[in-house]
Nanobody, 129 residues
Framework: EVQLQASGGGEVQAGGSLRLSCTAS????????IGWFRQIPGKEREGVSC????????YYGDSVKGRFTMSSDNAKNAAYLQMDNLKPEDTAVYFC??????????????????????WGQGTLVTVSS
């Protein structure tokens, strides 16, 4: 059974940093795509970032480019989201996802919500002014 668990959320002042973790089991983590999505209160769920674990290629949504960074430790079946210069509008529940990667002359991930295969429980991030 595929299991995903996001952790590391909390409360932080605007301009601060948090590091989220996604621990996984039940699939070939070292050749997969891991994603981060967030649910902002009153808004649609938004794709934040994704990466392909086999080569470390990453993709970021426009709202977080230059502030958030993904990484992974494949030996630990874990992915991370380093969030810097946090803003109040980053307040959301953050979800970890897992999907088979796409192959188009390379290995890629996607932030299309309907193509995410499995979802974790989520962790709450609150950014105050």
């Amino acid at each position: 059974e595929v299991q995903l668990q996001a952790s590391g959320g909390g409360e932080v002042q605007a301009g601060g940093s948090l590091r989220l973790s996604c621990t996984a089991s039940g699939f070939a983590f070292d050749n997969y795509a891991i994603g981060w999505f967030r649910q902002i209160p009153g808004k649609e769920r938004e794709g934040v970032s994704c990466m392909t674990t086999v080569n470390g290629n990453t993709y970021y949504g426009d709202s977080v480019k230059g502030r958030f960074t993904m990484s992974s430790d494949n030996a630990k079946n874990a992915a991370y989201l380093q969030m810097d210069n946090l803003k109040p509008e980053d307040t959301a529940v953050y979800f970890c996802t897992a999907s088979p990667p796409f192959y188009y002359g390379g290995v890629y991930c996607t932030l299309k919500e309907h193509l995410q295969k499995d979802w974790g429980q989520g962790t709450l991030v609150t950014v105050s002014s």
